[in-house]
């Protein structure tokens, strides 16, 4: 037998594998899932519709240039829609921009607590992830630019940012661009930008669509609540496009996610009560969570970043354990640097009130004990 295995390009295992938001309490009971950001109103029902009526044609190939969906998403923002590619789910294109952008000795520059998937995709690239200090749990622009250096290739921020909910003005991120040499791709990921409500925020198409290095990417899977399905698109320069074109798998996009997606991005109705749903509840949430004497980091996404004390008895790996106790589950942040938060998604009412009352149960029982 011979002593050598094979073994994987330097950098490959270093990777933390991506632990997704819990799912599952012990028992067996009824569960309200707030780990995973998932929408509690679940998609559109053509949307559902749409993918059923797939089911007679599961032998066929999908179109691989999802044309008609493509075709939908620039019609809905006004785009070419040569210069949308999409994914199996952002992450695909996350991946797939470092995996052509990056090389050995590359260095990718993203923030604290910005998305684990940057870290991942640049790794796996053979990169060099630069973790850029935050302000306040918000990107910092000087900062980031003070990173930047000739090996660079990839900036990511994600626009709001997820675990944190923060997000920077559309001019702190046009000073971003501004800032950075030609040749290093501005990846805006705008996962959640339809929750965003806010007069300083846009998403970035004016950016594309004036510049040779920026790529925004969206995804189906939050406020659209078609996360199975896995349905991401970026809008990109055409040069971009094209080396996505050439190294995506040839049918990365499946038929029913095809259909789901057109269907999803035609009720406009069912977008908006979303919308309304979570703005409504998010304001409420930080209220009540505040009023509880927790703080929070306001958020515009659809989750919230809720911060306990590190003392015994209230900390946040034991209101998580409380919580899961309760049947509900939501997101561990430790991986994120951000030992004691948890982060919540916004619910359905019967969600967001139960952990309201839940965590009151657990800062007085902890109150007792003290
Ligand atoms: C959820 C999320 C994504 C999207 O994931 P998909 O692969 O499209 O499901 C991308 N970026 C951020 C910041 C996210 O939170």
Redesign the pocket.
């Known amino acids: 037998m011979s002593a050598l295995r094979p073994s994987p390009r330097s950098g490959i295992l270093e990777i933390q594998a991506y632990v997704p938001g819990k799912s599952a309490v012990p028992g067996g009971r009824k569960i309200y899932k707030l780990s995973?950001?998932e929408t509690p109103l679940g998609p559109s029902p053509l949307a559902i519709e749409a993918y059923r009526g797939l089911a007679d044609a599961l032998e066929i190939y999908p179109d691989g240039s999802a044309t008609r969906l493509r075709e939908a998403i620039a019609t809905r923002y006004g785009l070419d829609p040569a210069r949308i590619v999409c994914?199996?789910?952002?992450?695909?294109i996350?991946h797939l921009l470092a995996a052509a952008y990056v090389g050995p000795g590359d260095e990718v520059v993203f923030t604290e607590h910005g998305?684990l998937?940057y870290r991942i995709a640049t790794l796996a690239a053979g990169g060099r992830p630069i973790v850029v200090a935050e302000t306040n749990y918000t990107a910092d622009v000087d900062a980031i630019l003070a990173h930047v250096t000739p090996r660079t290739k990839i900036v990511f921020l994600?626009n709001p940012?997820?675990?944190t909910g923060t997000y920077l003005p559309f001019d702190e991120v046009k000073r971003l661009h501004a800032g950075l040499p030609s040749d290093v791709i501005l990846v805006l990921?705008g996962?959640?930008a339809e929750y965003v409500r806010r007069n300083d925020y846009a998403e970035g198409l004016e950016l594309v669509a004036t510049s040779e290095n920026v790529v925004m990417?969206r995804?189906?899977?939050?406020i659209h609540g078609l996360?199975n399905l896995?349905?991401?698109w970026c809008y990109a320069p055409a040069d971009i496009c094209d080396v996505l074109n050439r190294t995506r798998g040839p049918f990365n996009l499946n038929g029913a996610a095809i259909e789901a997606g057109i269907a999803a991005l035609a009720d406009t109705a069912h977008l908006e009560k979303s919308v309304a749903h979570n703005s409504k509840w998010i304001a409420w949430l930080e209220h009540e969570l505040t009023a509880l004497g927790l703080s929070v980091t306001p958020s515009v996404g659809n989750f919230i970043l809720i911060h306990f004390p590190s003392v015994a008895g209230k900390s946040a790996a034991e209101a998580d354990a409380f919580l899961i106790a309760n049947g509900i589950v939501v997101r561990d942040v430790k991986s994120y640097g951000l030992p004691n938060s948890l982060r919540m998604t916004v619910g359905s009412e019967e969600a967001n009130r139960l952990v309201v009352e839940t965590l009151r149960a657990f800062l007085s029982k902890s109150a007792a004990h003290a």
């Open positions: 995973s950001n994914g199996n789910g952002s992450d695909d996350l998305f998937v994600a940012n997820n675990p990921d996962a959640y990417t995804t189906f899977s939050k996360a896995r349905i991401g």
